[in-house]
């Protein structure tokens, strides 16, 4: 079999038998970049200090680079988070600053990260 080596800035890139392994090895590629990252997927529900549903908060999570929308439930699901420790954050207009906790996310497995409750502001008083 040929194989063909071709320099780069990052290291080397050979076509053929092996090449991601070469590439991983030396630095030249990320495997996060190629598809090789593991994910999770991590639900849960915002709801205001008295429990009842948050429609449109928004939702994010260390591990992805998205924000996702609370649906009429209070309800968020976000897929295709990066396996490990993540910090997930609900925030809101008319809400006082975030909630926040930590989650574990495995491999192919959907993690429950519960109620995040979030304070109303209050209107001044006339």
Do not use: W
């Amino acid at each position: 079999m040929e194989h063909r080596v071709d320099f780069t800035s990052r290291g080397y890139f050979v076509a053929g038998l092996g090449t991601l392994a070469l590439l991983t090895l030396i630095g030249g590629c990320d495997p996060n970049q190629i598809g090789l990252q593991d994910y999770g997927t991590i639900v849960g529900r915002v709801a205001d200090q008295d429990g009842k549903p948050i429609q449109g908060a928004l939702v994010r999570s260390t591990g992805t680079t998205y924000t996702f929308t609370t649906d009429k439930t209070g309800a968020f699901a976000i897929q295709k988070v990066a396996v490990g420790q993540q910090t997930v954050t609900a925030y809101g207009p008319g809400y006082a600053g975030n909630a926040t906790t930590d989650v574990i996310v495995t491999k192919d497995q959907t993690v429950q990260a519960g109620d995040l409750h979030l304070q109303a502001i209050s209107a001044p008083s006339t």
